[in-house]
Structures are given as structure tokens and as C-alpha cells.
């Protein structure tokens, strides 16, 4: 079995990639089998024959609904299974991470730019002036959808981080986290995460400009 994965913090460019096999695959004809481990077993999945023999294309779009029992499966059958495993995971998989799967035969990380970087790093108490400016900045190159995604994404992690011991994090993931969470109280994560749980459902229903909800909450909050 051949196996493939994509992952990273740029899931704009990292979903793209996945499509880019996807259609390949449907240009040579190949089966496409999507895996969701809520309805489908992957073992079953894999082991099965294609009625009509076709090369078999696996897709995993959320690479951690897979069990732990099945990793450790996939690699002792790996030698034995006739298809190519797709792994996807829209955000960055730690080496430990990748390494519960079989050696891939290619993995691609997408990285988020640095222009996105600087703006979450900057996000603290104090510093709503620059924020917005990196924002302004940001928003030149990439869609207010996404730059919209990976701060809420930010607020997650940071409460995350704030409540729980032990998270689910590479160890400099981690650091960075706690050095940002360390500037906000619990209240505060949790306020701008209600804001921006209000500001995503107002941009789907009165198309308030996502930008402008930004704005408001960097100014009021990080003021």
C-alpha cells in the first residue's frame, strides 16, 4: 500500500492539494473510497475488492478519527494491501503523530505565511493598534474567510490551553500557547470567542463584513 499525507496550518492550500490527487485519481479511472470513521470501517474498507479491479484511491479527510487500534493495524498489514491511502489533517501533525501510521511514500506540510504568523502572534491585551494594522496587512493577500478561521482556531486553542493539563499539542505548539494565554484571563478567551461565534453568524445571515466585526472586537477588547 502506498500512503500519502497532507496536512498543515495553511488548510486553504492543504484542502486545495487534497483535490489536486482526488482529481488525478479520477482522471485514471481510479475508485474513489472516502472514509468516515463514524459509518465506515476502514479495515473492511481496505481489504475489500473493487468489483471491477480498479486501482483504489482511500480518502481520510480527518486523519484522527482514526482509532488507534486501526493505526497500528494499517501498519502491520501496510505490506499487504492492495491501494493508496490518502491521510489528510487540516492543521500541523507532530512527528509523533505522523509516525502512528505507516511511513508514507510522501508527506506534504503547507505552513502558514509569515504575514498570518505575525498577525496571531500579535494578538494580546494592549496591542489592538498593531493587530489591526497586521490585519490590514494580512487581508492583501489572504480572504477575510480564512484569516477569520485561524483566529477563531487561535481562541480555541487558548482555552484550551487555559483548561486543560495535558492538551493535545506538539511541545512548541504548546510553548507558544501558553506564552500567549498567559496574557489573557479565562473570561477574556472566552468572551472574544462568544464575539466571534456572534460575528460568524451575523457575516451568514445580515452579511456584516467580516472585517468590520474584527476591527470592533480587536478595538474593544485588546484595546
Not at 21 to 27: L, M, R, V
Not at 76 to 94: G, P, Q, V, W
Not at 126 to 145: C, D, F, M, P, R
Not at 189 to 218: G, N, W, Y
Amino acid at each position: 500500500m502506498k500512503t500519502y499525507i497532507i496536512h498543515g496550518d495553511y488548510s486553504v492550500k492543504s484542502y486545495d492539494r487534497l483535490q489536486q490527487y482526488i482529481k488525478a485519481a479520477k482522471k485514471r479511472s481510479w475508485e474513489i473510497v472516502r472514509v468516515d470513521s463514524k459509518i465506515t470501517n476502514i479495515r473492511e474498507t481496505l481489504v475489500s475488492q473493487s468489483l471491477f479491479t480498479k486501482q483504489r484511491l482511500i480518502v481520510v479527510e480527518n486523519i484522527n478519527a482514526i482509532k488507534k487500534k486501526d493505526s497500528e493495524w494499517l501498519k502491520k498489514k501496510n505490506n499487504e494491501l492492495d491501494a493508496t491511502l490518502l491521510l489528510y489533517h487540516n492543521s500541523a501533525l507532530s512527528k509523533t503523530a505522523v509516525n502512528l501510521y505507516p511511513k508514507p511514500d510522501k508527506i506534504e506540510e503547507f505552513k502558514l505565511p509569515k504575514t498570518v504568523w505575525n498577525l496571531l502572534d500579535s494578538i494580546r491585551p494592549g496591542n489592538s493598534q498593531k493587530v489591526i494594522e497586521l490585519l490590514e496587512n494580512t487581508l492583501k493577500t489572504e480572504s477575510e474567510e480564512f484569516v477569520f478561521a485561524v483566529i477563531a482556531k487561535l481562541f480555541r486553542d487558548l482555552y484550551w490551553v487555559k483548561v486543560d493539563t495535558n492538551p493535545p499539542f506538539s511541545s512548541w505548539q504548546l510553548s507558544k500557547l501558553r506564552e500567549q494565554t498567559s496574557y489573557f484571563k479565562k473570561e477574556v478567551v472566552l468572551k472574544i470567542i462568544d464575539m466571534l461565534s456572534e460575528a460568524d453568524i451575523k457575516a451568514k445571515t445580515t452579511k456584516q463584513p467580516i472585517r468590520q466585526s474584527l476591527d470592533f472586537i480587536f478595538c474593544t477588547v485588546l484595546e
